[in-house]
């Protein structure tokens, strides 16, 4: 089983930046790729991005393109999340999850069986 710690979220005011990490232990060279989710209350998991172990091609939920950024250290088995420009509506509990994945799955959290803890992310003035 992988285990995922995530840190680096917090209390940022709106257009300001968070930058997340998320540590993967226990990965194989069957887990190609890392996703994020967030979820904020009331509402279903949300898919937000997903990046490739491997090459480090990134995908992007549409409404975070060009402000989210992932990359990965595979030397460090740490994938990265740089958020820019936040709005109060990125306010959530960001999780990073892995998994056997392919592709066509990456944007759906059932098929992500290991998860990080979450850490908060506040987007207030």
């Known amino acids: 089983q992988v285990q995922l710690v995530e840190s680096g979220g917090g209390l940022v005011q709106p257009g300001g930046s968070l930058r997340l990490s998320c540590t993967a232990t226990?990965?194989?060279?069957?887990?190609?790729?890392l996703g994020w989710f967030r979820q904020a209350p009331g509402k279903d998991r949300q898919f937000v991005a997903a990046?490739?172990?491997?090459?480090?091609?990134?995908y992007y939920e549409d409404s975070v393109k060009g402000r989210f950024t992932a990359s990965r250290d595979n030397t460090k088995n740490t994938v990265y999340l740089q958020m820019n420009s936040l709005r109060p509506e990125d306010t959530a509990v960001y999780y990073c999850?892995?998994?056997?994945?392919?592709?066509?799955?990456?944007?759906?959290?059932?098929?992500?069986?290991?998860w990080g803890q979450g850490t908060q992310v506040t987007v207030s003035s």
């Open positions: 990046i490739a172990w491997s090459d480090g091609r990134a």
């Open positions: 226990g990965r194989t060279s069957s887990h190609r790729y």
């Open positions: 999850a892995t998994g056997r994945l392919i592709l066509s799955s990456l944007r759906n959290a059932d098929n992500y069986p290991d």
